[in-house]
């Protein structure tokens, strides 16, 4: 493998000296066709937004069996999530995770000693907070921390972890981002570009090492203009993985990307059982 040749590829397509088809993109975003590719033909990255909710979910050790020895596409974690994650992520979460677990304690004491007066008020508050337990208990449930562990562990194990040269890409940061091309231009740094190369690095790692895969997910919470819209993905990126790769490109919710290996899981018993 060539990681220079592999560069050039790369530097020639977001700097615009190799074409990209971004005309055909717009098309198929508007109008987006369900895709022909399966679960098991796809590559799939991850943004460090998804760690928590991957450990939290409900099958979380479903999830990482799957990923861990069932799925035959590549994984990809980009260098730069795994900084964002102890700078961005992990801190925010364990400080919400200390005070919300505090605040609710005490709030679900009061109302417990709450006068019969406010009894129907009391009983209605109950059961919002309960719904918000269902929703968000991962924020403050200590053992998220070790699912979350769980899900490190796997891709420790079995993802690629490329870092593209930042010095060969700065130049190409900065005018990507004055023109407001994607993704990262809502943000004032360049993170967000930087976890895009190291995305594609190593989709084209993967394949200069002999992976087969016919589409290419990126699992993402980040919601902005400057990724997807309406969890399309913005055509410009889509168009840039088509003109490396040759393949087509999707962005994921983590709920999303549980279905569907749910989905796998239940094919794969059904034939099983036949």
Not at 69 to 88: D, V
Not at 169 to 175: E, L, M
């Amino acid at each position: 493998m060539d990681l220079a040749q592999l560069e050039r590829g790369l530097v020639g397509v977001l700097s615009r000296q190799t074409p990209t088809e971004s005309l055909a993109a717009l098309v198929t975003a508007l109008k987006p066709d369900a895709s022909t590719a399966s679960l098991a033909e796809t590559a799939i990255g991850f943004d460090s937004s998804v760690f928590l909710r991957l450990g939290a979910h409900r099958k979380s050790e479903d999830i990482v069996d799957y990923l861990n020895s069932k799925h035959a596409g590549p994984l990809i974690l980009p260098g730069q999530a795994i900084q964002e994650f102890w700078n961005n992520q992990l801190q925010a979460v364990d400080t919400i995770a200390t005070n919300l677990k505090k605040k609710f304690d005490a709030f679900q004491s009061e109302l417990r000693k709450a006068d019969p007066y406010f009894s129907a008020y009391a009983d209605k508050i109950e059961i919002l907070l309960e719904e918000f337990r269902t929703q968000h208990g991962h924020v403050y449930d200590e053992a998220t921390v070790r699912k979350t562990v769980a899900v490190l562990e796997l891709l420790q194990s079995r993802a690629l972890v490329p870092y593209a040269s930042r010095t060969t890409f700065k130049d190409i940061a900065s005018y990507r981002k004055r023109t407001k091309t994607p993704p990262g231009f809502k943000d004032d740094g360049d993170g967000d570009f930087y976890i895009w190369v190291d995305f594609l690095t190593g989709l084209q790692m993967a394949k200069a090492n002999g992976a087969k895969f016919e589409r290419a997910i990126f699992v993402c919470r980040d919601q902005k203009l400057d990724w997807s819209r309406a969890g399309i993905a913005h055509p410009i990126l889509a168009a840039e993985i088509k003109a490396l790769l040759g393949i087509s490109f999707e962005i994921w919710s983590d709920e999303k990307l549980n279905t569907e290996i749910e989905k796998a899981l239940s094919d794969e018993s059904t034939r099983k059982g036949d």
